[in-house]
């Protein structure tokens, strides 16, 4: 089975925004592609958000060496949908996504198995957890591919400290792929914070208690004495808030910093997040931040800064996100973090191609 471009583009587009709705994708990360013959596939354009898509955005890529034509650059995770088309000729419709109960779970590097029926129609015999590299990279395009062709029958894929792998004989399977990885991810880590499926309050009551966190009595705006616009005005940031996210703020009164456990994290927010006291002037709220993006201020909440309204909502985010990994790695008693050197070339190169993109 393939489909034709007109009907290829339509199911990108609708799956894109549905994806989008159920919180398993979303801004411009993660990529949809779907098979148009032996040689060729369908993708999402790099850095196009979902509900601005239409079909002339899309790119085709050929199956053999990723190749294309014209201007608009298809994801840069083109690859690993390459090597799913290539070792596995029953799959039409691919789906990445950087959902998040899937995603803290591969960070452990484990695949999953034992899963009921249920899954079992959906997923295959098992969840593998490919093995680890830098987004956007061949190596990262042949270690997914040695793991795709290494488990012919499964079809749900943890790329680990990133993502998942969707890969479905079509585009309601995909779709159904994902959402059963996310349903056993969140009942996995469930089962470490006493509920049936996972909630980011039971897991942040899970990791209060773990740590033996002091309940939070007051909120950022008791003890927030700096004018944020000095502070913005001082620094090359444009935009800032603090963030009283329940799962920013108990971190916020742990006083470890926060290195990345996944590769947006890196990316946008940062190598390594610092604290600072929720009243320091702004000579040591700049000296703290650094060419971060976010600064926690301790016990009330976390500074996140960035170019615009929505990058700093961005930084938010990509925090939350990694945090869910870093509150479950420290239940599970196994913080593995991104190596210090694949972190740091992550977000120089984010840095210097974002500057790119501002500038153009």
Not at 19 to 28: C, D, F, N, P, W
Not at 239 to 255: A, M, Q
Not at 278 to 297: P, R, S
Request: hydrophobic content about 40%.
């Amino acid at each position: 089975m393939s489909y034709s471009y007109d009907d290829a583009a339509r199911l990108i587009i609708q799956a894109g925004l549905e994806l989008v709705e159920k919180g398993l994708i979303s801004r411009t990360w993660g990529n949809i592609s779907a098979r148009l013959s032996k040689t060729e596939f369908l993708i999402t354009p790099s850095g196009q958000a979902y509900d601005t898509l239409t079909p002339e955005k899309l790119v085709v890529v050929q199956i053999e060496d990723c190749s294309y034509e014209g201007d608009i650059r298809p994801s840069s995770e083109k690859g690993v949908h390459a090597e799913a088309y290539r070792y596995r000729p029953d799959v039409n419709f691919v789906v990445h996504t950087h959902q998040t109960f899937a995603t803290a779970l591969s960070v452990l590097g484990e695949d999953v198995t034992g899963f009921d029926e249920k899954y079992a129609k959906v997923l295959g015999t098992s969840i593998v957890c490919g093995e680890y590299a830098i987004s956007s990279t061949k190596k990262l395009m042949k270690k997914m591919g040695k793991a795709i062709k290494a488990n012919p029958t499964s079809n749900g894929f943890l790329m680990r400290y990133h993502g998942a792998l969707c890969l479905g004989r079509d585009d309601r399977h995909a779709f159904a792929i994902s959402q059963a990885m996310e349903e056993i991810s969140g009942r996995m880590i469930g089962t470490i914070t006493g509920e049936n499926h996972a909630t980011l309050e039971g897991l942040r009551k899970a990791y209060e208690e773990h740590m033996e966190l002091a309940t939070a009595t007051g909120t950022a705006s008791d003890v927030w004495q700096n004018d944020l616009e000095n502070v913005l005005a001082a620094g090359p940031w444009s935009y800032g808030f603090v963030s009283e996210h329940p799962l920013l703020t108990t971190y916020s009164k742990v006083g470890r910093k926060l290195r990345p456990m996944i590769d947006d994290m890196a990316q946008i927010v940062g190598t390594e997040i610092s604290f600072a006291a929720a009243n320091a002037d702004e000579a040591q709220i700049h000296k703290a931040l650094g060419n971060q993006n976010a600064l926690f201020l301790q016990g009330v909440g976390t500074l996140c800064v960035a170019g615009s309204e929505d990058d700093a909502k961005a930084v938010e985010q990509v925090l939350e996100k990694d945090l869910v990994c870093e509150m479950y790695a420290e239940l599970m008693d196994c913080r593995h973090s991104l190596g210090r050197a694949d972190a740091f070339f992550q977000r120089n190169v984010y840095l210097k191609k974002y500057s790119k993109q501002m500038s153009r």
